[in-house]
């Protein structure tokens, strides 16, 4: 049995269900798209505020490590001023400290007695490091004659422990703004002892130096090591 054609109703009802299954398709497929489009956006966004986030917190930890720095360098900048202060106040005491020694050497120089005995220690010590047959002695010119004596009494008994035996002269050249005490030349002028108490404080300030320190100071945990 041959179909027979559809009448102007039928085809209007084919037609809608094709344009309601058309627009039903567009619609889903829109909504597909739509989902698809919120989600790229969502994803990019949270990128974004990612991406942003880490800037800022990068700038944040740039100049917090920026203000630490600038601490550090303050605070080390006033603990080295500090530092400087206490270590000029310490150098101060002790150029008072080694001051009131040369006021105290000078003020011994004129106890003729105990001065007498040192400058006849003093040569004797010196005839003693030269062992020459001929010694200039030099001294302030006020000395001369104490000089003079304190060496006779150092030649005789260099003789007796030496064996050999030295003959001196006494020159008044040293420097009067000196302390006291003398120097010794050898006879060809080549080889000079300083037994000067200017002399002997200095080396007595370099070596007790670190024992002064201790004891004014305390010891320093900066220095493992006291020469």
Known sequence: MASRPLNDDEVLSEMNKMVAFIKQEAMEKAREIKVKADEEFAIEKAKLVKQEQQAID????????????????????????????????????????????????????????????????AVLQGYLQLMEPKVTLIARPADVELVREAAAAATETYGQLSGQRVSFDVSGTLEESSAGGIKLASGNKRITIDNTLDERLRLLEDKMLPEIRVDLFGPNSNRKFYT
């Open 58 to 121: 990068a700038q944040y930890e740039k100049k917090r490590k920026g203000v630490e720095t600038a601490q550090k360098i303050a605070q080390s900048n006033l603990t080295n001023k500090s530092r400087l202060r206490i270590l000029h106040k310490r150098e101060e005491q002790l150029q008072e400290l080694f001051a009131a020694a040369r006021e105290e050497i000078s003020n011994f120089a004129q106890d003729e007695g105990r001065y007498s005995q040192f400058l006849e220690g």
